[in-house]
């Protein structure tokens, strides 16, 4: 079976994980701080902490910002689970916008609808890697967070803020994912950067930290990333232009098989840099057939999002129509820099022969 999603690992990655475990030092320290400059670095950001994961560090920049109970969050209606727990976490109101259809995003419009004197943040996702139009929501009056889970190398030309270009360099704070199905991996872990410093204080206050825990008792979450996922972070953070390149290759096979097809693809944006961590396919028949058909030839694919917000709080599908069409007919398949060329030419082969 070729799996839908594969962590890229080579010699490196094992040699910073080997020399990890050599030192005996595997919780969290030197090389977490390490990992966290590297990912500063790379986006442009002065400060970032490092968590144990996606929910743990959305928790943190939740808590930065002073949300709490009766307060709104408004999200993407096609997000996972692990955002709605992040705002749960915090007593706070999950307030879901539909998406737009060119980029699988939330629709500002939908926002602007949305947003009352409770709103005290809105959350926007970047989806499968592909940048949503930022621009409008750097006027808005609140908070704007950026979930770059699987976006991670992804690029917005600003016509406002024109010093920056990589996704995340534009919210108060963004929040990143390392999982095993995100551009580059920790094993599980995430990340909360922001160019302000009260920020990323406030969050570390909330992280445990054994080294600064004094006689005065304050609520903390064991949010830590071990060394030992952080030295996975540190070797694939240096070959992540090769990771993207391999990527952009692969997604421009799949467009050019696509093309001609009935299958709705993305399309490429002048202002953005969609880094395919999810390659997507929208379709016009039976989902479920399709996956179906895939599998049966060894070639496994999925709904992008198993199970979207919207879904998730028992809320009306003709509400938000977009992110029900793409609950019923997208699909994603294969997508990863290990893929080899027969691989991709039997995926693109056999989903062509199901027309």
Request: hydrophobic share 35%; proline share 4%.
């Amino acid at each position: 079976m070729i799996p839908v999603n594969k962590p890229t690992i080579i010699r490196k990655d094992l040699e910073y994980v080997l020399n990890c475990l050599i030192t005996e030092r595997l919780e969290e320290g030197e090389l977490a701080q390490q990992f966290e400059k590297a990912i500063a670095y790379y986006l442009n950001v002065k400060y970032s902490l490092a968590t144990g994961s996606f929910t743990s560090a959305m928790h943190l920049a939740l808590l930065s910002l002073d949300i709490t109970n009766g307060d709104e969050v408004i999200i993407s209606s096609y997000s996972p689970a692990p955002l709605l727990n992040a705002i749960k976490y915090v007593n706070a109101r999950p307030v879901p916008a539909d998406i737009e259809m060119k980029t699988y995003n939330i629709d500002f419009k939908q926002v602007q609808k949305l947003t009352t004197k409770k709103t005290k943040a809105v959350i926007v996702s970047h989806n499968f890697g592909i940048p949503a139009d930022i621009d409008p929501f750097l006027g808005l009056e609140v908070p704007l967070i950026e979930d770059c889970s699987y976006a991670f190398g992804a690029e917005y030309n600003s016509a406002i803020e024109k010093e920056k270009n990589k996704a995340g360099s534009f919210g108060i704070i963004s929040v990143f994912s390392f999982d095993t199905d995100t551009v580059i991996t920790t094993g599980n872990g995430g990340m909360l950067v922001s160019q302000r410093k009260d920020f990323i204080t406030k969050a570390k206050n909330w992280k445990y930290n054994p080294l600064s825990v004094g006689k005065e008792y304050q609520v903390q979450h064991d949010y830590r990333l071990a060394d030992i996922s952080a030295a996975l972070g540190l070797s694939q953070i240096k070959i992540i232009e090769k990771l993207l390149e391999r990527r952009l290759e692969l997604s421009s096979y799949y467009n050019k098989r696509f093309k001609s097809s009935k299958y709705k693809v993305y399309n490429r944006i002048n202002n953005r840099k969609n880094v395919y961590s999810k390659y997507t396919v929208l379709l016009e028949g039976n989902l479920e057939e399709v996956i179906s058909h895939l599998r049966k030839n060894k070639i496994d694919a999925a709904r992008p999002i198993g199970t979207p917000a919207f879904q998730l709080l028992g809320r009306d599908e003709k509400d938000f129509p977009n992110a029900s069409q793409c609950y019923n007919k997208l699909m994603e398949i294969p997508i990863y820099p290990s893929l080899k060329k027969k691989e991709v030419e039997k995926i693109a082969n056999t989903l062509l022969g199901t027309l």
